[in-house]
């Protein structure tokens, strides 16, 4: 019933009678909040007009023994709130939410805050905790416009583990990581390119322009030239600003029977440590520092957008991935040394270690030729004029459809010899 009330008016939502609407208990609330998430869902599609958040009258305040988030919104829209552990984040979702470019006032026990899109029709607020919290209320209040209030007690681990442990609702879940078996594929090599960042994770910045912007500019140039070459057919993990977890990024690229897959990005790293194109190819363990630094960043970017981190490698299917590794991992390298060598033949400056290695989880495709692309790095004013050229961009995919090609060649001979 309460759903249903909810869902008719946007409005209120109380459990039992009586003026104050409030709930009680951390596992209650986030239950009902599921409920009130599934009965919204169909109704909520007729709410095309995003809400806007009045950045001015919210805030996160700390409170004795907690704190308290107080979100205005334009006008009211279905949400939920929920929390994940590792580390401890409240997640706010909302359908739909303009959060504006003013950032949110939050108090000192809060880590940090990131807002945006989390996919098309949703929008997220994430907000990293400084320790274990459960949910102690939460309501949206209405009248002329909306105000969203969620109360959070400071907790003990085990409180706090159970309320982070609930399950995603199923509609909410997104794809899981697909099997390793090999796909053979017939026909012209599908190249899956891979726009890095997009949604609430907008990858470096520098002024106005956003990584995520630029990768996904980037892609699409890249895959006009490539399908004007005619050698290969396309596709992009993403065609809009929408959040992508890395996991499902290499699914896409799995279930569309990819034979390459290209991550392209432009992050920013401290002053002087990087400038020019580099490749980067999976390691464990990462080729310097630089490396290092960039394959934690973009990993801790993933947690903080509200993913689930389900890591359970299991024996056998290590085994099994290693196996694929085996055989992949030289045709990866040529590849990279393919692309490296016609960059530097189209006269594109390059990082001095212009092919280096890196832990990056989106390479971790066991059976795909992997590589990320950093286009050059958002930190460097050089390479950040180079970055907003259309001229230089067009001489970038230019090289990569080169060494495409010529690794495409090499690679069809020497793959028969590769297994025996
Ligand atoms: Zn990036």
């Known amino acids: 019933m309460a759903a249903l009330l909810l869902c008719a008016g946007y409005g209120r939502y109380r459990r039992g009678a009586g003026p104050s609407a409030r709930l009680h208990g951390a596992a209650g609330v986030i239950r009902l909040l599921v409920l009130l998430w599934l009965a919204c869902a169909g109704l909520a599609a007729a709410q095309e007009v995003p809400a806007e958040l009045d950045a001015d009258a919210s805030r996160i305040a700390n409170r004795w023994g907690g704190m308290e988030v107080t979100l205005t919104l334009s006008h009211p829209v279905p949400w939920r709130a929920r929390l994940l552990a590792d580390p401890p984040r409240l997640l706010m979702d909302f359908r739909e939410l303009d959060f504006g470019d003013t950032p949110l006032r939050a108090g000192s026990k809060v880590r940090s805050v990131t807002a945006g899109k989390v996919r098309s029709g949703w929008s997220r607020m994430v907000v990293e905790l400084d320790g274990p919290y459960t949910i102690r209320t939460a309501e949206m209040r209405t009248g002329e416009g909306a105000v969203l209030d969620v109360r959070l007690d400071s907790a003990d681990e085990a409180d706090f583990a159970a309320a982070a442990g609930l399950p995603e609702p199923k509609m909410w879940a997104l794809p899981k990581a697909a099997a390793t078996a090999p796909v053979e594929g017939s026909g012209p090599l599908l190249v899956m390119i891979d726009p890095g960042h997009g949604g ?221």
């Open 200 to 420: 609430i994770d907008p990858g470096a910045t520098s002024g106005q322009t956003l990584e995520k912007t630029l990768t996904l500019a980037f892609a699409n140039e890249l895959r006009t030239a490539l399908l004007r070459d005619g050698t290969f057919k396309v596709a992009l993990t993403r065609e809009d600003d929408s959040f992508l977890p890395l996991e499902t990024r290499l699914t896409l690229a799995k279930e569309a029977g990819a034979g390459v897959f290209l991550s392209i990005h432009a992050d920013a790293l401290a002053e002087g440590e990087a400038s020019g194109a580099t490749i980067y190819t999976l390691s464990e363990r990462g080729s310097d520092r630089a490396a290092r630094a960039l394959s934690e960043r973009h990993d801790r970017d993933d947690l903080l957008a509200g993913v689930d981190l389900t890591q359970q490698d299991d024996v056998v299917a290590g085994v099994l991935m290693d196996l694929a590794r085996t055989e992949t991992e030289p045709r990866t390298e040529m590849m990279a040394r393919a692309i490296e060598a016609a960059m530097q033949g189209s006269g594109i400056r390059m990082h001095p270690n212009g092919h280096q290695t890196a832990n990056f989880s989106v390479l971790k495709a066991p059976d795909i030729p992997s590589a990320l692309i950093e286009l050059g790095f958002m930190s460097s004013a050089q390479d950040m004029m180079r970055l907003v050229d259309p001229q230089w961009r067009a001489q970038m995919a230019h090289a990569i459809v080169l060494g495409l090609k010529d690794w495409a060649r090499r690679d069809a001979q020497i793959r028969p010899l590769l297994r025996r």
